[in-house]
């Protein structure tokens, strides 16, 4: 819009699924998007993300939205999930999102920003052989309701947003590990998920969504 200044998201998760999708909306708006992809950083590395952050924040007057969309899930019963799983599920679900929102959080209180993290239906219920990833989305939660009454003050939303299962790359890769068949007309789109994170986005000033469930017809 002409007067205003132009809006800048970070978008983790973007070479797929709903952060790509996220992202080339933001684009086609004419917003500045900058792309977290694992050819950028490596989420799993905490050291290399922090490193990474605080380089970005030198250069960044204002963040207008931060949205954490990536994500990894591999299932598995608690009795067989090796040390290796549990650490890479709560490294790139949960400190990954924690390390970059603390560096980036100056950014985002001085444009008023919204952080938006991207949870899942696992996030509310665990079912059996999700543990790694549904400890990891509860955290996650809990990382978003922390984040939201510390920073209610300094002017910054934050929003989690659980969807159930959407037909992105990473839900085919959990119904390969299911031993079924992957039809993605029985998902919800991508685009559903990106139309719910722009409304979140543009809500007027007046208002806040702390938490919205997405789910398939």
Do not use: C
Request: glycine share 6%; charged share 25%; hydrophobic share 45%.
């Amino acid at each position: 819009m002409t007067g205003q200044p132009e809006r800048t998201h970070l978008v983790t998760g973007a070479g797929s699924g709903i952060g790509e999708e996220l992202a080339d909306r933001l684009a086609e708006r004419g917003d500045r998007v900058v792309r977290l992809t694992r050819d950028v950083v490596d989420l799993e590395d905490a050291v290399a993300v922090a490193r990474w952050a605080t380089d970005f924040a030198d250069d960044l007057e204002r963040l207008d939205s931060l949205l954490h969309v990536a994500g990894t899930v591999d299932l598995g019963t608690v009795a067989e999930l090796d040390l290796d799983v549990w650490q890479r599920h709560l490294d790139v679900n949960l400190t990954a999102p924690a390390v970059l929102t603390s560096h980036l959080l100056p950014a985002l209180r001085a444009a008023g920003g919204t952080v938006v993290f991207v949870n899942s239906s696992a996030g509310l219920v665990a079912n059996a052989q999700w543990s790694a990833y549904a400890a990891s989305k509860f955290g996650l939660r809990a990382l978003a309701d922390s984040l939201r009454a510390e920073e209610a003050g300094n002017g910054v939303r934050v929003t989690t947003v659980f969807p159930s299962r959407t037909a992105t790359p990473m839900q085919e890769k959990v119904h390969e590990q299911e031993g079924r068949t992957y039809d993605a007309s029985r998902w919800i789109r991508p685009a559903t998920v990106v139309d719910s994170i722009l409304h979140v986005l543009d809500l007027p000033a007046d208002a806040t969504i702390p938490e919205l469930v997405i789910r398939p017809r």
